[in-house]
């Protein structure tokens, strides 16, 4: 929610809310929410002039009605609440809110518990939207709509390559270990440390199924080796035990020495 007023102060905002302008009404509602730029914290009068401008049909107003119903997942998914706020962001996303249609997203892997369930299909639309309308905000060097979209990219690399129990299928969409490890870069370009162990798999992966054979994991000037373990050494120095266990996974593989760089199986460094 914007805390920026954009007429100057906020007595000139509210004179804009008085005449009607819902911009105003949703910047009004939100200083009320929050208690900034000189008001005290009023959530009925926050929740009167959202509900203004939502009636008015105002993309703005339903998205930040539906957060406060919704309370960021943080309810039963079934209790009232939950479903008005769902409803709402569902008439915010018709009117091109990209943020709905992200929240749509997780909403739906909420009611899943992240899994494969009834909604998935939908998640996945969603979700397919959400970071089409970001990677295009990217390309055109434009801030993220969302500070959720390394997550959400992370999640889509995840559909893709069938990890943690996801069954692509379900969502509607195919195994494709190319688009995986393509969501899992833009999620790793956008400072996600979560997903350096789940690239450096990914890559792996791959390379395995490229070759069908871990005997060519050594084979000189193309060894995907020195790429998976620079991410999986960036797993380890995060935190992530995964990583540690994935070196020494790769360690393993290699006989002697690495073909791609001629260094002694015993030189190599490890976490």
């Known amino acids: 929610r914007s805390h920026h007023t954009e ?54 107003a339903l998205y930040n009605l539906a957060s406060f119903y919704y309370c960021g997942g943080n309810v039963d998914p079934t209790s009232v609440n ?6 709402l962001f569902r008439q915010a996303a018709e009117l091109g809110c990209e943020n709905s249609i992200g929240e749509l997203a997780l909403s739906f892997f909420r009611f899943n518990d992240g899994f494969n369930g009834p909604e998935s299909i939908e998640a996945m ?37 069938g990890t943690r129990g996801l069954d692509p299928v379900a969502y509607g969409v195919a195994k494709n270990l190319y688009l995986a490890k393509h969501y899992l870069e833009i999620a790793v370009h956008l400072g996600r440390e979560e997903v350096y162990y789940d690239l450096g798999d990914i890559i792996e992966d791959i390379w395995l199924q490229q070759y069908s054979s871990e005997k060519l994991l050594n084979y000189p000037g193309a060894c995907a080796k020195p790429i998976m373990v620079f991410w999986a050494k960036k797993a380890a120095a995060s935190g992530d035990d995964r990583g540690v266990a994935f070196v020494q996974r790769v360690h393993d593989k290699v006989q002697d020495h690495c073909n791609h760089c ?8 490890k976490p």
């Open 7 to 60: 007429w100057g102060s906020i007595a000139n905002t509210k004179k804009a809310a008085e005449k009607g302008d819902n911009s105003a009404r949703v910047q009004l509602a939100c200083a009320y929410s929050s208690g900034t730029h000189g008001l005290k914290r009023n959530e009925e009068k926050s929740l009167e002039l959202l509900q203004l401008a939502a009636d008015d049909g105002f993309a703005g």
């Open 262 to 269: 001629g260094m002694p199986a015993s030189g190599a460094s």
């Open 82 to 87: 939950a479903v008005k706020g769902i409803k």
């Open 125 to 161: 639309e969603y979700l397919t939207l959400f970071m089409a309308s970001q990677k295009r905000r990217l390309a055109a060097g434009k801030r993220m709509a969302s500070e959720k979209v390394p997550l959400m990219a992370h999640f889509m690399g995840m559909l893709f390559s």
